[in-house]
């Protein structure tokens, strides 16, 4: 299944930019992740959405806002970000949460 | 706490050589799933493989297999005469089917290097 689609693939922004990450998924799934992916860490969760409620919210700082309008829509809404937060950012959905995930390609952003 | 290792941070082989990734992992949950998945250069993971706690069936598919031992807390995937479109970074993950948390816990993946 490849049914997980992200844009834009490749984003350049400076620190004052205010930029949106989009995720949409056409698998028919009820939840959505956002993931970040650096160099030198694993994969980090950061946000959950289960029926279009966040779930979770793994101590992410606030620059980095999500908002999911419906099951098959994700977004993450960026501001004011730092160049520690260049990564590549993934989504993924899910039938449930617990089942199996389905990734998109990724953005990958670098902050300059 | 539910805990994924993969111990093998990189690994080269010459292509048709067959390669184990091995995955360890730590749950106090009786049932619980395990998946590998693959990420090519392109960044995108690619699903491989679920399977669940209750399930200790050796899996094959192609060149691929997946030895699930429980009583060593392993799920370690072969790829028999590898290929050079192999080479990318592999992920096991763990998820726990009572963990409310909502999350799977991914290893540091094992990123594989097939020579021509």
């Known amino acids: 299944e490849t049914g997980v689609t992200q844009t834009p693939r490749h984003l350049v922004m400076g620190m004052t930019n205010k930029k949106s990450l989009k995720c949409e998924q056409h698998?028919?799934?009820?939840?959505m992740y956002w993931y970040k992916q650096s160099a030198k860490k694993p994969l980090e969760l950061m946000f959950v959405?289960?029926?279009?409620?966040?779930?979770e919210n793994n101590s992410v700082p606030s620059r980095f806002s999500p908002e999911c309008p419906n099951s098959s829509h994700l977004f993450l809404h960026l501001h004011t970000l730092q160049p520690e937060d260049s990564a590549l950012y993934l989504c993924?959905?899910?039938?449930?949460?617990?089942?199996?995930?389905?990734f998109g390609p990724g953005t990958r952003l670098l902050v300059l | 706490a539910q805990k994924v290792t993969q111990a093998q941070t990189e690994i080269s082989v010459v292509e048709k050589e067959d390669v184990t990734l091995d995955c360890v992992y730590e749950?106090?949950?009786?049932?619980?799933?395990l998946f590998w998945y693959k990420q090519p250069p392109s960044g995108e993971l690619v699903f491989l493989i679920r399977?669940?706690?209750?399930?200790?069936q050796n899996e094959i598919s192609g060149r691929y297999s997946w030895n699930f031992q429980k009583s060593t807390s392993s799920f370690n995937f072969t790829i028999t005469a590898s290929q050079v479109v192999d080479s990318a970074v592999y992920f096991c993950?763990?998820?726990?089917?009572?963990?409310?948390?909502?999350?799977?816990?991914f290893g540091k993946g094992t990123r594989l290097h097939i020579l021509p």
């Open positions: 399977r669940n706690s209750f399930d200790e």
């Open positions: 749950t106090r949950d009786t049932t619980y799933y």
């Open positions: 993950a763990l998820s726990e089917a009572m963990n409310r948390d909502d999350k799977i816990i």
């Open positions: 959405y289960n029926f279009k409620e966040q779930t």
């Open positions: 993924a959905s899910s039938r449930t949460v617990q089942e199996t995930q389905y």
């Open positions: 698998l028919g799934h009820n939840a």
